[in-house]
């Protein structure tokens, strides 16, 4: 949910604004009117993405993911790295949209597959240096910033290449509100992967080397958890 001003006679959330001038203005909760709002807030403030420990560095936002044989490509909404180098795939949808339900699901499994089986890590550095030229600054310099100085560059982007040719990759759902159907789907979803160690083995054509997609799967809010908000955990 987003947050406007609101008449202290109205309404509100019980969260206040204190302006310039001293006032107090209650702030009324409100729907996103359209899910570009939200994604872009993603893209510029990624720690709202509550329920998880983790950093997050945005490589591209709406990343071309090829689909399979047939070469169609999808538009991720966002992809990010996180601290330790687990690419995160973020799906964003508002609670008012129907497929936020089982279409969403079976969307950002479909992104998964084919950035497990297809995408290198010199493809996510070029989407990083693109939408680092894009904000007008320097890849490394804002690299080296995410990392605090914890990680090499050289050694982080090891890492990164390591979990993507193991599969290992988050997947994200983020709206103003989870349906209770979603967060059913989810919850099973991380109970059976707690349960099985592979899911969908496959071989890469070229090297015949053995990948599978291990998947985290992690539904979120941008606003503070409420009950009935589902959150994943990295396993």
Not at 97 to 122: C, H, K
Request: hydrophobic share 35%.
């Amino acid at each position: 949910m987003c947050y406007h001003p609101g008449s202290m006679s109205a309404p509100h959330t019980g969260i206040f604004l204190i302006g310039k001038d001293g006032e107090l203005t209650g702030l009324r909760e409100e729907p996103y009117e359209q899910e570009l709002v939200l994604q872009t807030l993603i893209s510029r403030y990624p720690q709202i993405l509550s329920g998880s420990p983790r950093r997050f560095l945005l490589i591209r936002q709406e990343a071309p993911v090829r689909h399979g044989e047939s070469g169609a490509t999808g538009w991720l909404d966002h992809l990010f790295l996180d601290d330790l180098g687990v690419p995160t795939l973020v799906e964003v949808k508002r609670s008012t949209d129907a497929r936020i339900r089982r279409e969403v699901v079976g969307q950002l499994l479909d992104y998964a597959a084919n950035v497990a089986f297809d995408w290198d890590v010199e493809r996510l550095q070029d989407f990083f240096e693109g939408t680092c030229e894009t904000a007008g600054r320097e890849s490394a310099e804002a690299l080296e910033e995410f990392l605090e100085g914890e990680t090499p560059v050289d050694q982080y982007w090891e890492t990164v290449k390591t979990n993507l040719q193991a599969g290992k990759i988050r997947l994200l759902f983020v709206a103003d509100r989870i349906p209770t159907d979603l967060r059913r789907i989810i919850e099973f979803l991380n109970n059976l992967q707690a349960r099985v160690a592979r899911i969908c083995p496959r071989y890469q054509s070229k090297t015949r080397r053995k990948r599978s997609v291990r998947s985290l799967f992690y539904a979120s809010r941008t606003n503070a958890r409420e009950p009935g908000t589902c959150h994943g955990r990295m396993r």
